[in-house]
């Protein structure tokens, strides 16, 4: 296996961490991140294997109190409930004006970022109204965050979803072996659309229905810009370029 990458901090925060190199299958970094300790002496990682999966590799440890014994055993998940599966470079807006960068990650699942100023601090868990990360500038709206794709006179938003699905309710050892039958389960990601329209969050449709976002009256202009310029709206940059022209009418 190659050992991997980030820890996960979902239990705790602000969490004690000792130092570890991150590790990035896309990319090489030079700063350093830490394996998450919890109290209750459970750990997590994050693990890319022998496949080529991104892995959550969960152990744990129980203590019995009848008969004083030790049980350990880990847990294996596809995914992650991270976005884009790491830890990256990002920024805060100080009080000052100024930006204040960190080492991030966001935790899509519990909508939560947590952030490491330097290698020798713990992880701390903040909801700031607006982060940058690894380039993905997030804005809080209505609790939640939401990516900007576009903002001029009108805005296009982008919504992320972490849900943790469980592969199997009771295993009985005869499960097939291969593919996704070794996980417990997977962190399955998923993503919506928005505009802002009378102060409202408002959902972007996909495809040809992107175009009942906008007035009536302007829909025709707008669906012959599509075919002349052979827009793709099931697409992130097909819906920014149908935003940025309809800016201009």
Request: glycine share 6%.
């Amino acid at each position: 296996m190659k050992a991997l990458l980030l820890l996960l901090v979902m239990v705790v925060s602000p969490l004690c961490m000792a130092a570890q190199e991150l590790y990035n299958p896309a990319r090489s970094y030079n700063y350093f991140i830490r394996e998450a300790k919890a109290s209750d002496n459970n750990d997590t990682r994050i693990v890319v294997n022998e496949k080529g999966d991104t892995t959550l590799v969960a152990h744990y440890k129980l203590q019995h109190s009848l008969n004083n014994s030790l049980q350990e055993f880990t847990k294996v998940f596809k995914g992650t409930p991270f976005f884009k599966n790491g830890w990256y470079k990002g920024k805060l807006s100080a009080k000052s004006g100024q930006d204040v960068t960190f080492l991030m990650a966001y935790n899509i699942e519990q909508n939560v970022l947590y952030i490491v100023k330097n290698a020798g601090a713990d992880a701390v868990a903040i909801r700031p109204d607006e982060f940058t990360i690894e380039g993905h500038t997030f804005r809080k709206y209505d609790n939640v965050f939401l990516e900007t794709l576009y903002l001029r006179k009108n805005i296009l938003l982008k919504g992320y979803d972490c849900v943790l699905s469980s592969r199997f309710t009771d295993k009985t050892g005869y499960e097939p072996s291969g593919g996704d039958a070794g996980y417990e389960g997977e962190f399955r990601k998923s993503h919506k659309f928005f505009t802002i329209q009378d102060d409202m969050l408002q959902v972007v449709s996909t495809g040809r229905k992107a175009l009942q976002s906008f007035p009536k009256t302007q829909r025709p202009v707008l669906e012959q810009f599509v075919k002349q310029n052979n827009l793709n709206l099931k697409t992130e940059a097909g819906l920014i370029e149908l935003f940025r022209y309809y800016d201009t009418l």
